[in-house]
T-cell receptor, first 113, second 115 residues
Framework: DGGITQSPKYLFRKEGQNVTLSCEQN?????MYWYRQDPGQGLRLIYY???????QKGDIAEGYSVSREKKESFPLTVTSAQKNPTAFYLC????????????FGSGTRLTVV | AQSVTQLGSHVSVSEGALVLLRCNYS??????LFWYVQYPNQGLQLLLK??????LVKGINGFEAEFKKSETSFHLTKPSAHMSDAAEYFC?????????????FGKGTKLTVNP
């Protein structure tokens, strides 16, 4: 079945470390998105990519980096510059037609220890 | 620019009671409208959507929503709540053509169902 796979499900990071969250899709979707979710704050867009080798900053890009070397993959790196990285991270993708909306992965919960 | 307002960050109903979650949007062009549901520690799942045609849209799990252009609303309803409906619900809007291709999400409404 087609879908989006995020890994790992849970991730623990020590302060000062960079960590990378994986997002892979087999839906042949062009556009991919990363969101951060905190209690009571809804979804906040970190980065998005509409095509391979191109990506744009979202509303809260500081302290994060991404790459889009393959259509299927859109990994997110949480750098040590992100002061409060503990959150639930969601990856999504969208096909060419706007009326299909987004398909979401199951999320990664990142905790700083 | 588009925006979405979900009235009420928390809604509590009794099992068997009507569920009504409110969503109002702002869009300068005809919109596509979506409702997503999120269970704890999971991703978002599409519940239903309005694109064109019939303004009353039926989705999964007995939910439905009505697009009212004159009221710029897309409220989500279910006649009889089940315990399994307890989750967070997000309304989202996208332009039907042109403009940004990104969905704009509301801040979510957490639904509690009491026995």
């Amino acid at each position: 079945d087609g879908g989006i796979t995020q890994s790992p499900k849970y991730l623990f990071r020590k302060e000062g470390q960079n960590v990378t969250l994986s997002c892979e899709q087999n839906l042949n979707h062009d556009a991919m998105y990363w969101y951060r979710q905190d209690p009571g704050q809804g979804l906040r867009l970190i980065y998005y990519s509409q095509i391979v080798n191109d990506f744009q900053k979202g509303d809260i890009a500081e302290g994060y980096s991404v790459s889009r070397e393959k259509k299927e993959s859109f990994p997110l790196t949480v750098t040590s510059a992100q002061k409060n990285p503990t959150a639930f991270y969601l990856c999504a993708s969208r096909g060419q037609l706007l009326n299909y909306g987004y398909t979401f992965g199951s999320g990664t919960r990142l905790t700083v220890v | 620019a588009q925006s979405v307002t979900q009235l009420g960050s928390h809604v509590s109903v009794s099992e068997g009671a009507l569920v009504l979650l409110r969503c109002n949007y702002s869009s300068s062009v005809p919109p596509y409208l979506f409702w997503y549901v999120q269970y704890p520690n999971q991703g978002l799942q599409l519940l239903l959507k309005y694109t064109t045609g019939a303004t009353l849209v039926k989705g999964i799990n007995g939910f439905e929503a009505e697009f009212k252009k004159s009221e710029t609303s897309f409220h989500l309803t279910k006649p009889s709540a089940h315990m399994s409906d307890a989750a967070e619900y997000f309304c989202a809007v996208s332009p039907a053509q042109g403009g940004s291709e990104k969905l704009v999400f509301g801040k979510g409404t957490k639904l509690t169902v009491n026995p």
